[in-house]
């Protein structure tokens, strides 16, 4: 008896991964887990949560190394920053915009320094921060020049040293021994850097008086 087209099941067959597919799919599940186990996650553990079988990790990645390797690149890859800061509205306010690059770049480096610690300090596949003299992500400055560009003439400081005040205000934010026991939030950090950054005459500045 032939059955309706309507109660005949159809199994299709998934069409396999692209290598690079398949080791950008590792890669994504593996970070998760070195977050929280370190290197002492399995091979095991990792193919369950990438939904494969153990062998299709060391087929991708040769062994456990290299796959995390991998993924500290991937973790430290800068283009995920540049796109988010990228995306910030330049007709903001400054105070604003000081306030969401602080927190783009808190998020950052919260998240390189948690991967660092589960890592014992050694992370191996880290960008060379002495690659550029400006420092670890450093495109990201090119990007914040643009994004301050009409408020230029308020700025008492450099587009370099405006940097440092932001990435050091950050990376301070991101360690959360330092905001204990207050917490300090984006608008408060922007609300300390711009007051130090910005034109003005200190409280009995002969220059303040006429």
Do not use: C
Not at 84 to 109: V, Y
Not at 173 to 197: D, R, S, T
């Amino acid at each position: 008896m032939v059955l309706p087209e309507e109660f005949v099941e159809v199994r299709v067959r998934a069409r396999p991964m692209a290598p690079d597919d398949r080791r950008d799919a590792i890669i994504e599940a593996v970070i998760p887990l070195l977050l929280e186990h370190g290197r002492d996650v399995s091979t095991k553990r990792i193919a369950q949560a990438a939904g494969i079988a153990e062998g299709t990790v060391f087929r991708a990645f040769g062994d456990k190394e290299s796959l995390i390797r991998a993924a500290v690149a991937r973790h430290f890859d800068p283009l995920p920053l540049r796109t988010r800061l990228s995306g910030i509205d330049h007709d903001l306010p400054l105070e604003q915009k000081i306030a969401e690059i602080i927190t783009a770049l808190r998020d950052r480096l919260s998240g390189v320094i948690r991967l660092m610690a589960a890592l014992g300090g050694d992370a191996p596949g880290a960008p060379d921060p002495r690659a550029d003299e400006r420092g670890p992500d450093a495109d990201w400055i090119d990007i914040l020049d643009e994004l301050v560009e009409r408020d230029r003439e308020r700025l008492a400081v450099g587009i370099p040293e405006l940097a440092f005040y932001l990435r050091l205000v950050a990376f301070g934010a991101a360690v959360p021994q330092f905001n204990a026991p207050h917490e300090f939030g984006p608008a408060e950090l922007a609300a300390f850097v711009i007051g130090g950054v910005l034109h003005h005459s200190p409280a009995g500045d002969p220059r303040t008086h006429g």
